[in-house]
């Protein structure tokens, strides 16, 4: 093996590394975390049914439909090249984690009506995140009176230096990505945002990101016997 095939090796082995898990982000919002393991996007990839349904789908198009289904369901993997279809056990362990953290939290674009064709940032998790409102101040204090690290060469709790904005965080057209599918044909596949823009939530201005707080309001009302 040559000198350049060993550090092209060498290269790809580090590849993923700029594709931080939820687990490191659940060190710092555990809260956060608890309520994206149990929900779908944490189980996008890894659902049986959407990997039955992906091996029907590509058999059946003699391979042809590519990466149209799994880019929703595995946007790190297909950042990261991986075949569309392979084992999960063989995928990076960021990419099995299906939509997690920074497939939302390292867009530095708006998209619209892509079908889930995104490109995330890399980096440590020491690298920005984006925010809604990019507002430093919380991120700061907790830097400061918590002794973390912002810089990935030094020991210590490490966490991301810098929160930037991207407005288009906290609007439903944002989940329109994955959840308005339209096919080459026309055929309308999925139709979730549609559905949500006529629907009585959208007309008193719920938008799709208040559901999880929504739902974690019910939950702790019906679990409480008092």
Known sequence: MSADEIDAAHSESFLGDG???????????????????????????MSPIFNAMQATVLKFTAGTNG????????PVGMNLNEDVFMSNIDRHPTSREGVTCIVCHRLNQTYGKVS??????????????????????????????GGLVVD?????????????????????????????????????????????KNSPANAKGVTCQDFPRLFTHMTILTSNPF
């Open 19 to 45: 594709y931080p898990s939820a687990t490191e982000c659940g060190e710092c919002h555990p809260k956060q975390y608890k309520q994206w393991s149990v929900s779908q996007h944490a189980y996008a990839q």
């Open 67 to 74: 990466d149209f289904c799994i880019r929703c369901h595995t």
């Open 116 to 145: 889930g064709r995104l490109a995330i940032e890399t980096g440590p998790v020491t690298s920005a995140i984006y925010g809604p409102l990019g507002e430093p101040a919380e991120l700061d204090n907790a830097i400061e009176k």
């Open 152 to 196: 990935n060469d030094k020991a210590g709790r490490k966490i991301h230096g810098e929160v930037k904005g991207l407005f288009q965080l906290n609007k439903s057209g944002f989940c329109a990505t994955c959840h308005d599918v339209n096919l080459v044909n026309g055929f309308r596949l999925e139709e979730a945002f549609s559905e949500f």
